[in-house]
């Protein structure tokens, strides 16, 4: 089974901290993606990325930065947290070579006041 | 970019009636569409899938169908029962990232 596991379920933080939400998966999969997701919504992508250190810009970076160092762990930073990503935030990875399967982690429930 | 529009965005039917939920997507270089149930407080779950190289696909209760002509495909849930009561997203694969639709929220009544 494909494990993908998120630091936190739930984070409160003050608006101007910088934030880490950290993403683990077991799977040696090549691909890892940060959503956000609100009602309404639905699910957007932030950033996502292929391979150790490459990174790609979804459709809502602003506000964002990541890191990914190693190929199983890939980090979301709020460099300066502010009140609108109070959100959940759900990690996700897929295998590359044709493998087209996505699976999510259980998701950080942010709160920033 | 790929944009996905999905309807409706709630639906409820009667313990042992069909669903169906509908996407349209904007891509024709997109070749793998799933779908996902995301339960209250759960992560979504891959439930079902397809690619641009087939029709249509079974898994039980579960179908979805493909018209790439038309570029939309489809969610069929037969003999629907509470427990199917969920938030389902259709997504559509173009180059590197899946792209969501907005979601359904399905009631089944019994």
């Known amino acids: 089974d494909v494990k993908v596991t998120q630091s936190s379920r739930y984070l409160v933080k003050r608006t101007g901290e910088k934030v880490f939400l950290e993403c683990v998966q077991d799977m040696d999969h090549e691909n890892m993606f940060w959503y956000r997701q609100d009602p309404g919504l639905g699910l957007r992508l932030i950033y996502f990325?292929?391979?150790?250190?490459?990174?790609e810009k979804g459709d809502i970076p602003e506000g964002y930065s990541v890191s990914r160092e190693k190929k199983e762990r890939f980090s979301l930073i709020l460099e300066s947290a502010s009140t609108n990503q109070t959100s959940m935030y759900l990690c996700?990875?897929?295998?590359?070579?044709?493998?087209?399967?996505?699976?999510f982690g259980p998701g950080t429930r942010l709160t920033v006041t | 970019g790929e944009n996905v529009e999905q309807h409706p965005s709630t639906l409820s039917v009667q313990e042992g009636d069909s669903a169906v939920i509908k996407c349209t997507y904007s891509d024709s270089a997109s070749n793998y569409f799933p779908w996902y149930k995301q339960e209250l407080g759960k992560r979504p779950q891959l439930i079902i899938d397809?690619?641009?190289?087939?029709g249509e696909k079974k898994d039980q209760r579960i179908a979805v169908t493909l018209n790439k002509t038309a570029k939309h495909f489809s969610l069929h849930i037969t003999e629907t029962q509470p427990e199917d009561s969920a938030v389902y997203f259709c997504a559509a694969l173009a180059e590197d990232a899946l792209n969501f639709g907005k979601g359904t929220s399905l009631l089944v009544t019994p």
């Open positions: 990325s292929y391979d150790v250190k490459m990174k």
């Open positions: 996700a990875s897929r295998a590359g070579a044709g493998r087209r399967e996505q699976y």
């Open positions: 397809i690619r641009s190289n087939v």
